[in-house]
Every structure is written in C-alpha cells, then in structure tokens.
C-alpha cells in the first residue's frame, strides 16, 4: 500500500561547491576595488599634501626676496652710494641675496639703481627684480608740500620744490617755469615746537584775547606765563574784535603805522629785550574768553605800505596732540587766518613764521638775501594770493595753491640761526625708500646654481 509523506518532491541540487565560487570571485572583485580606490585616494592625498608644503615654500621665499628689497631701500636712504648688496644672509629659516646695480631708463641721467632679490626657503626659490630712483642726495627743498600743490600761475624754484601729494603745475606743468620737482618718496618736516623754552635767545610775547568790561582786548604774557600787559603799556583794544558768528577773535594791525607801533624791535609794544637775539610773539594759544580754551582761534592781519619791514617771528598755530609722531599731522595742529600784506618779514632768528594758514597779499617778501628764514605752515588749506618772493625753505604740512607768480629760492644759511632742536633735525628729513619705477618677478636659477 502506498503512503503519501507530504514532502515535496523536488530536482537534484547543484553542487555547493559552484556557489562558493561565485562569492569568492565576488569578494576578491570587490576587495581589489577598495584596494585601488585607497591606494588613489591616498595618492591624491599626498600630492596634495606635497603641493601644499611647496606653496607654503614659495611663499615663504617671495618673503624672503621681499625683504631683501626693503632691507635695501632702507639701506639706500642711509647710503645711497651703497652697491655692495648681500649674499646668504640668513633669515626666518631661509636665506636672501641681493644684487644691486645703476641703471639708467632710456638714457636718463637720474639716479636709478636695479635691484635682484633671491629668497630661498628649503627646496623653493623665488627672484624679484625692480628699478627704483633714490631720494636726492641733499635736500635743499626751497618749497616742500606734503598735501597737494596747485600752482595757478607762473612759479620759479632756484632750488628744489617736493610734493608729497599731487603736484600741478597746470597743463605739461606749464607753470613750472624753473626749478626741480621731485616727488613719490616721503619727506618730513622737522617737529614744530611753538613753546618759549624750545624758543630760547629771543625775547617771548603771547598775547590772549580776553573780555574786561565790556570790552575786548588782549592779555599779555611772558615766556613765564606771567601777566605784563601793564609793563608793555597797551592792551591792544584798539586792534581787537570779536566775531560771535565765526567764535573768533581778530588782531587786526591794519597800517604800516599800526604794525610799526606793536612790532618796532626798538620802541614797539613788542619790543626786543636787552641780550635777546630777536623777538617772537605767539597768538596761536588761543583767546580765554569767549570761547575760552582748546575751541578757541584767532585770525591776524598785518599790512604795510610796501616798504615795511617785519623782523619779529610772528606764531599762530598750536599743537593739540600728544606725541611726537602727531606734531607732523596737520589734524593736530590748529589755528586761525594770518594774513601778510605789503611788507617784507627779516626775522633775526631764521623762522619766518609758524600759521596755519597764510594768505599773502600785494607783494609780500618773505625772508631776504641777507636774511633768509624759515617758514612753517602747519594747516591743510593755504592760499597764497600775491606777487611772492621767498628767501630760505617754506614747508606746508597741508596742501598748497599758488595764485599769483612766485619765486623761490633755498638759501640754508638761515639755518645756523635757527633754534637747535630744528637745526638738528634739518639733515634727516628725507624719509621712507627709493621711488619704485618697475617692478617684476623673473625665474630663478634653479637650486645648487
């Protein structure tokens, strides 16, 4: 009899042995794969890693080149007959060469030198070349502006006039009718002090409006600060007005009768002191009323008849800052209008004056051939309207337009009458490095060469 088992009856099986292989082949496909794809990846990684470190190297070697170049800027305004350069010198782990040569452009005969700087950082080597024009051997800047220069009219240098802005001398520098014009490097004034003790040998006056009664006039003080408006027998009413929509005062010496009353060396208000060399009168400290203090500005006028001669140093400016860097900012300076009319200022001491802005007015001298001066403009707008001829050096700390026809001639022996702390620092003030005129990277050799 047949039983049935419920089993299902099915084909023979394959081999376990032919499915085993398929895995393995499956496997051994797929493991190769991984294996190329880390090998790839770890490949790009470390090419990456290589391209990384060699910019690094490069860069750190154009520092290098870098750095050799301003070295010797620097070096060149100490010494610019300097050509000795450096070979290996060595610094942030890597070295400097530098090559230096004269060079002329296009058959110029200005200073020009070239210059070849190599920095090498490990494996990595980078080349700068550039061709830079050296500041002057000496200075003898008849005229220097460290903002802009307009010249409107024709203008004379006997000497050399620097513009630390822009320098415009009208179309194909028209106006430049004589002189040298030099400009793209830093040159700085000396530090400007208006204070009595900086200004020794000269007999002192600051004079500060005031109100007493009603009335305005001026307070008179020595170099010691102390009150002699009594003992100089005037307190200037008769000159003095205040202008309450402007806030400032006005010392207005309106004749060459009045300017020779308050200024005569022999005689004047402001007169000269038995033993004192000259005489300094200083309004730029401000008024002490109305407004009082660091708001405060006065304007000075001074007129004569053409004829009149002025040897007192007339100041009116102040310094608002605090250290020394600040006192060749024009920001920290301030000070009201001095206006120059007809006259002709000698100083005896060899500083002209010290405003911070100037107009001159129907021909003004300013400085002579027997006495050249020093005069020093602290503000940022200064307007010259006059047939002007200048003895001596002028420096505008601010920009500078010239109206009318002018002529200026350096003359250094006013230096030797100059307070000292100028003198001493008339000889450094060419600043900053050589005029940079080209500029480029060049292949280096390569390393071992």
């Known amino acids: ?148 220069l307009i010249a409107n009219a024709n203008v004379c240098i006997d000497g050399r006039v620097h513009v630390g802005g822009d320098a415009d001398f009208g179309s194909h520098g028209q106006h430049l009718n004589c002189g040298t014009l030099t400009e793209g490097f830093e040159v700085l004034p000396p530090h400007m002090y208006t204070d009595p003790e900086y200004l020794t040998g000269s007999t002192y006056y600051e004079v500060r409006g005031t109100e007493v009664g009603g009335h305005y006039q001026a307070q008179i003080l020595d170099r010691d600060g102390v009150d002699i408006t009594a003992t100089v027998g005037d307190n200037l009413e008769a000159v003095t007005t205040y202008n309450a929509a402007t806030g400032r005062y006005y010392f207005n010496f309106d004749s060459a009768t009045t300017t020779e009353h308050y200024f005569a060396q022999s005689g004047g208000i402001f007169s000269r002191a038995a033993g004192d060399a000259s005489v300094i009168v200083n309004f730029g400290e401000g008024p002490l009323s109305t407004p009082p203090g660091p708001n405060g500005i006065v304007d000075v006028r001074l007129r004569g008849n053409g004829s009149t001669d002025l040897n007192t140093t007339v100041i009116n400016t102040r310094f608002t800052g605090i250290t020394e860097e600040q006192r060749l900012d024009p920001a920290y300076w301030t000070g009201g209008r001095t206006t120059v009319e007809r006259m002709t200022i000698e100083p005896y001491n060899g500083l002209s004056m010290v405003c911070d802005e100037l107009v001159c007015i129907n021909a003004v001298n300013i400085g002579t051939e027997d006495q050249p001066g020093l005069l020093y403009i602290t503000g940022g707008a200064n307007i010259i309207n006059s047939s002007f001829d200048f003895f001596g050096s002028m420096i505008c700390m601010g920009s500078l337009t010239l109206n009318a026809q002018a002529e200026f001639t350096y003359d250094p022996s006013f230096l030797d009458l100059l307070p000292s702390y100028i003198e001493t620092e008339w000889q450094s003030l060419v600043s900053g490095t050589l005029r940079t005129i080209h500029w480029r990277e060049v292949p280096p050799p390569p390393l071992g060469s």
């Open 1 to 148: 009899m047949y039983r049935h088992t419920g089993r299902a009856v099915t084909g023979p099986r394959p081999p376990l042995d032919d499915q085993g292989g398929y895995v393995l082949l499956a496997v051994t496909i797929f493991v190769f794969v991984l294996i190329i794809a880390g090998l790839a990846m770890f490949s790009t990684a470390s090419y990456e890693t290589r391209l990384a470190i060699h910019d690094q190297e490069s860069t750190q070697a154009f520092f290098l080149a870098d750095a050799a170049l301003e070295r010797a800027r620097a070096k060149l305004l100490e010494d610019r007959a300097w050509r000795d350069g450096w070979t290996g010198v060595a610094l942030a782990d890597g070295t400097y060469d530098l090559a230096i040569a004269d060079t002329t452009i296009g058959g110029s005969s200005d200073p020009y030198v070239r210059l070849t700087a190599t920095g090498t950082f490990k494996n990595t080597r980078r080349r700068i070349t550039a061709v830079g024009e050296l500041p002057p051997a000496a200075l003898e800047v008849a005229l220097l502006s460290a903002g802009d």
